[in-house]
């Protein structure tokens, strides 16, 4: 692995910048981890819980304010490129198929699907309402599609 060390001019205090190169795979194994830890981060920052995604698809995912669209169809592309990425590890590694959900080739998902996924899987089950809804949506996707 090379290190590239980058050095700014004087007016930004000479912070010295290091950015690792690696090799395949290596990109998507940390952007397989950055989602995951910007997933279950708690902090100050705000996260939709279970209680805010019910107030705001309980008239329809359509009638929801844009940023929310825009939010669950976030988490919704990262949940699917994370299944993506393990399903591409398990069958380069040749292991034991293990994958997050198995949806139907069929079955082109899109926010509509997604969000009645999760809400099914939220009235079928007890579920605290301070829990963040990406996390809940994991769970129903795999609930919704097990994988044999």
């Known amino acids: 692995m090379s290190i590239?060390?980058?050095?700014y001019p004087e007016k930004f205090n000479s912070v010295k910048l290091v950015q690792r190169r690696s090799g395949k795979g290596k990109i998507m194994k940390n952007l397989v981890l950055v989602f995951f830890m910007l997933m279950f981060s708690t902090g100050a920052?705000?996260?939709v819980t279970v209680e805010h995604f019910e107030a705001m698809t309980k008239n329809g995912i359509e009638n929801a304010p844009d940023w929310f669209k825009s939010h669950v169809a976030g988490l919704s592309t990262g949940i699917?490129?994370?299944?993506?990425y393990m399903d591409?590890?398990?069958q380069k590694s040749g292991v034991?198929?293990?994958?997050l959900?198995?949806?139907?080739?069929?079955l082109s998902l899109n926010l509509d699907n997604?969000?009645?996924i999760t809400n099914d899987y939220i009235e079928d089950s007890?579920?605290?309402k301070d829990v963040p809804i990406a996390l809940i949506m994991v769970n129903a996707l795999a609930e919704a599609f097990p994988c044999d």
């Open 114 to 116: 997604y969000v009645s």
């Open 96 to 99: 034991e198929k293990r994958t």
């Open 80 to 84: 699917f490129y994370t299944k993506i």
């Open 45 to 47: 920052s705000a996260s």
């Open 4 to 7: 590239a060390v980058t050095t």
């Open 126 to 128: 007890f579920i605290p």
């Open 88 to 90: 591409h590890e398990t």
């Open 101 to 106: 959900f198995c949806p139907p080739e069929q």
